[in-house]
């Protein structure tokens, strides 16, 4: 399976600033994602990130918060932007080949915001 | 609103056990189901995909069942160990729901030796 490489791995944050979040792939794939996981909870979508063209992102989260790029088939970056203490959470790269294939994901990175 | 539960939240069995992990989805008009595993602090690892069109999936001591009529998929361990110990997660990829896995929330294993 492709390995997925996530920086940073942990951050405490400022409130009211932003950090980019990047993830790097080492084999091309057809599919990449962005998912949430809020303390205590489980994994929320927040967009597929589509090579080339705007993000499609989920029901309850805009491009202005969570600006995402994906410039080619192996990289991918999240941004979570003007962040409050709300967003505190881990924020995790996925990938799939084709449809038929399983779905891995990277290690997370864990957000703290003050 | 299709949504995945898992069932129990925690378990906690001794070394050796066979074990199972019960996960149910709202609509049966599914993709595929997904296991992984979640260590703490780490990411997600992927344990067994079921396809559909499958009845259940092995790998070692792990077997993945679906039915998607009663809208249940269950995973077994077989002689679990200390190292089995982590949070076991099932997703569902419904078919109207376009590519985004639904999450349950999990089941929290305790294996003791």
């Known amino acids: 399976s492709a390995v997925i490489s996530q ?45 080339g063209s705007e993000a499609t992102y989920e029901s309850g989260f805009v491009i202005d918060k969570f600006p995402i790029s994906r410039p080619n088939l192996t990289f991918s970056t999240l941004t979570v932007s003007n962040m409050s203490p709300e967003d505190s959470s881990i924020y995790l790269c996925s990938v799939r080949g084709t449809e038929n294939q399983p779905q891995h994901f990277g290690d997370g990175t864990r957000l703290s915001i003050l | 609103k299709q949504e995945v539960t898992q069932i129990p939240a925690a378990l906690s069995v001794p070394e050796g056990e066979n074990l199972v992990l019960n996960c149910s989805f709202t609509d049966s008009a599914i993709y595929n189901l997904q296991w992984f595993r979640q260590d703490p602090g780490k990411g997600l690892t992927s344990l067994l995909l079921i396809q559909s069109s499958q009845r259940e999936q092995t ?8 039915d998607k009529s009663s809208g249940r998929s269950t995973l077994y361990i077989a002689a679990s160990q200390p190292g089995d110990s982590a949070t076991y997660l099932c997703a569902v990829r419904f078919n109207q729901a376009g590519t985004a896995l639904i999450f349950g929330k999990g089941t929290t294993l305790s294996v003791s030796s």
């Open chain 2, 59 to 66: 790998s070692g001591r792990l077997n993945a069942s679906l």
């Open chain 1, 7 to 51: 920086k940073p791995s942990r951050d405490i944050c400022q409130r009211g600033t932003s950090l980019t979040i990047q993830c790097q792939v080492d084999s091309q794939v057809t599919m990449m994602f962005w998912y949430r996981q809020q303390p205590g909870q489980s994994l929320t979508l927040i967009a597929t990130a589509n090579q």
